[in-house]
């Protein structure tokens, strides 16, 4: 039984059987959710997120918790990815589970471009101020879909003795050749900001500003040639080792940074823990979440 | 050296006590119990910031960050309402930038919400929350130039961030937008501390919802998570503390706790 129940959400390979599904799962998706909107008031809503959100988070907290057995209980429906892999009961299912959420992630896609298309039509058709940009993103969209597409479709050919389909390289020039340098350029400007930023930290305006000026001088010269130079006269072994910049540096990053970061993280962690919980056992509040009684 | 595929005994055991300890003490504080909860500045600036972008008569932008549903973004929602419902008391418009598909049509449903708990359904303008791109650095662009060219006076930024939370925060520095920010990752915790006016930290994150609403079932989530924490910390000190003497006495091939944190592929 459970071999037929996994074998559900087996990827379809012919193509005939692969449209069906497509159009079964399509026009049952539709209809489910008309359903729901029509008959489901914002109580109903709030139990069916409930219910839907404590079973797909018992299960994951289920499969996570129970015990395991090296490579049993793994149905014959599915090929296995990681044998050697500890599995118990539910592990079969994780793969599955995990692709229904990027299915239903991929469908806000539609609801993403839907948006832009929006607020970018208003300003074009309103000629509100800036409206040029608005027409360049209709245009770098319709362009993008039109040339990736076309390209996507292309008969295959052996491009390395081939010359490059014009379709294939005006996208090849949209991509590579502007939306990537576009990118990295983004990405440079980075420098700056984080000149800037250290500009205004570094202010020595209080003693904890101080402080963290003195350190992060210390971590920031120890980390470079001239660093080791200026205590470079003081031993290399001894105690007297320790004060030399590169050693402070490390000790700085070693013993102060990083503890303190791990508490950050720690207390995130149980922050993160109680708030899943909540969410989980649906006591969170607020938009898609019971009121307080 | 990675995360456990499956809990041990000893995760287990860790994790529902922990769970246990939050739970108990939501019980107890839905009873009534008073519990304390420290000021945290970066979340009581937010009135602050709300009330600033009032008085210039100018809008407010909030950034959810660069992830999808999660719990760190679910957070962040739940600040978000709370900003738009102090917003919409004193009409002020609030801009929500998205960079995730799948956050969108649950970011307009958290704000229109918002808008009708506070009474004012009809100042909810779709066009306020808008996607914006799902490519970083474009979103992080997008958003630099949504809040140039509507001359906001305050900037949220709460959820995930990464490499874009300088261009994000700097940019509206050179705005003069008072700027409040939280992010679980200690790793942009600088870069928002450098940049903006206040900034919320660690674990206070997860705390906002608590202190924001003063709801007795947050307040005792909160105080539980505390405990919890309490408890992690006296675990870590027993743990420095047997690995200090079995490493004195030569005995490590006695390596228990390994054995505890080891990889549960064996299972209990």
């Known amino acids: 039984m459970w071999d037929s129940i996994q074998s559900v959400f087996q990827p379809t390979t012919s193509p005939p059987q692969l449209y069906r599904n497509l159009a079964v799962a399509l026009i049952g998706s539709f209809v489910l959710l008309a359903l729901l909107h029509r008959f489901l008031g914002p109580r109903g809503r709030r139990w069916l997120i409930a219910f839907v959100t404590f079973v797909g988070g018992l299960y994951l907290g289920l499969e996570y918790f129970l015990p395991v057995r090296t490579a049993v209980l793994w149905p014959t429906a599915i090929p296995n990815p990681n044998p050697d892999r500890g599995a118990n009961l539910l592990t079969p299912g994780i793969e599955p589970v995990g692709i229904m959420m990027s299915v239903i992630g991929a469908f806000t896609v539609g609801l993403g471009i839907y948006s832009l298309c929006q607020v970018h039509g208003r300003s074009l058709g309103q000629r509100r101020p800036g409206w040029h940009n608005s ?56 420098a700056f900001y984080i000149a800037s930023a250290a500009y205004r930290a570094f202010r020595i305006r209080t003693a904890e500003a101080g402080l963290m000026m003195a350190a992060a001088f210390i971590v920031m010269i120890g980390q470079v040639p001239v660093g080791a130079w200026v205590t470079s006269g003081l031993p290399t072994t001894g105690a007297l080792a320790f004060f030399r910049l590169e050693a402070l540096g490390e000790w700085i990053m070693t013993w102060l940074n990083a503890p303190a970061q791990r508490g950050i993280v720690f207390g995130v962690a149980i922050g993160g823990l109680a708030m899943s919980l909540r969410i989980w056992l649906s006591l969170e509040r607020g938009t898609f979440f019971s009121e307080q009684g | 050296m990675g995360g456990l595929e499956h809990a041990n005994w000893f995760m287990s055991a860790l994790f529902g006590s922990m769970c246990l300890i939050i739970v108990i003490s939501v019980l107890v504080a839905q009873r009534g119990r008073e519990m304390f909860i420290r000021r945290i500045p970066g979340l009581t600036a937010i009135k602050e910031a709300v009330g600033r ?92 130039g949504l809040m140039a060219r509507e001359q906001v006076a305050t900037n949220f930024f709460f959820g995930m961030f990464f490499a874009e939370s300088l261009i994000l925060a700097e940019n509206g520095q050179a705005l003069g937008a008072l700027q409040v920010a939280g992010c679980p990752d200690p790793v942009q915790i600088p870069f928002f501390i450098a940049t903006c006016d206040y900034v919320v930290i660690g674990d206070e994150y997860y705390a906002a919802s608590a202190y924001l609403t003063r709801e007795p079932t947050l307040t005792g989530s909160l105080v539980g998570q505390d405990i919890a924490k309490a408890l992690l910390v006296a675990l870590l000190i027993l743990g420095v503390g047997l690995a200090t003497y079995f490493g004195a006495v030569g005995n490590e091939e006695y390596n228990f706790l390994r054995q505890l944190l080891a990889t549960g592929a064996t299972g209990s």
């Not at chain 1, 969209?141 to 081939?162: I, N, Q, T």
């Not at chain 2, 008085?55 to 760190?72: H, K, N, Q, V, Y």
């Open chain 2, 53 to 144: 972008a009032t008085e210039m008569g100018r809008p407010i932008f909030f950034s959810p960050g660069l992830r999808g549903i999660e719990i760190a973004t679910l957070q962040a929602l739940a600040i978000l309402s709370y900003v738009v419902r102090l917003a919409a008391e004193r009409a002020t418009r609030i801009i929500v930038g998205i960079c995730e598909p799948e956050l969108y049509p649950v970011a307009e449903e958290s704000v229109r919400e918002a808008y009708e708990a506070a009474g004012r359904p009809e100042a909810f303008r779709s066009d306020d929350v808008r996607f914006i791109s799902n490519e970083q650095f474009a979103y992080a662009l997008g958003s630099v």
């Open chain 1, 135 to 190: 027409l360049a993103f209709f245009l770098a969209m319709v362009a993008m879909l039109v040339f990736g597409f076309w390209a996507h479709y292309l008969p295959k050919v052996d491009e390395a003795s081939a010359v490059m389909p014009v379709p294939r390289a005006i996208y090849e020039m949209l991509f590579s050749g502007l939306f990537m340098p576009l990118q990295a350029a983004t990405f440079s400007l980075l």
